[in-house]
């Protein structure tokens, strides 16, 4: 009896730890995930700046206006990027305390 309770026990440990490593394996893909989409969301958002000045370029006649436009487009795309830069930052920040927080 003491030889099946045994086993059962190490049964359950292999699940436990089976378990552990599948939820493991889960939080890096979504951390990868993660990464590539914010990736993905800074390359879609210097691709339409440069949709918009290329717009601006095209369209707009006076010269003066046009300068400011642009001016206005890449202040406003460094921005953005800066932005998506410091929120991937932040959440590899909080990635990194979650998981020493587990070990």
């Given at each position: 009896?003491?030889?099946?309770?045994?086993?059962?026990?190490?049964?359950?440990?292999?699940?436990?730890?089976?378990?552990?490593?599948?939820?493991?394996?889960?939080?890096?893909?979504?951390?990868?995930?993660?990464?590539?989409?914010?990736?993905?969301?800074?390359?879609?958002?210097?691709?339409?700046?440069?949709?918009?000045?290329?717009?601006?370029?095209?369209?707009?006649?006076?010269?003066?206006?046009?300068?400011?436009?642009?001016?206005l487009v890449n202040s406003l795309r460094?921005?953005?990027?800066?932005?998506?830069?410091?929120?991937?930052?932040?959440?590899t920040e909080v990635l990194n305390l979650s998981s020493s927080e587990e070990e």
């Open positions: 009896m003491n030889e099946e309770n045994n086993w059962k026990d190490f049964s359950d440990d292999i699940s436990n730890i089976s378990k552990k490593i599948k939820s493991n394996i889960t939080d890096e893909e979504n951390i990868e995930d993660l990464k590539n989409s914010l990736k993905a969301t800074k390359e879609s958002i210097s691709n339409n700046f440069n949709d918009l000045a290329q717009i601006v370029e095209s369209t707009v006649k006076d010269e003066e206006i046009r300068k400011d436009a642009l001016n460094h921005e953005m990027s800066d932005f998506v830069e410091i929120a991937k930052g932040k959440v």
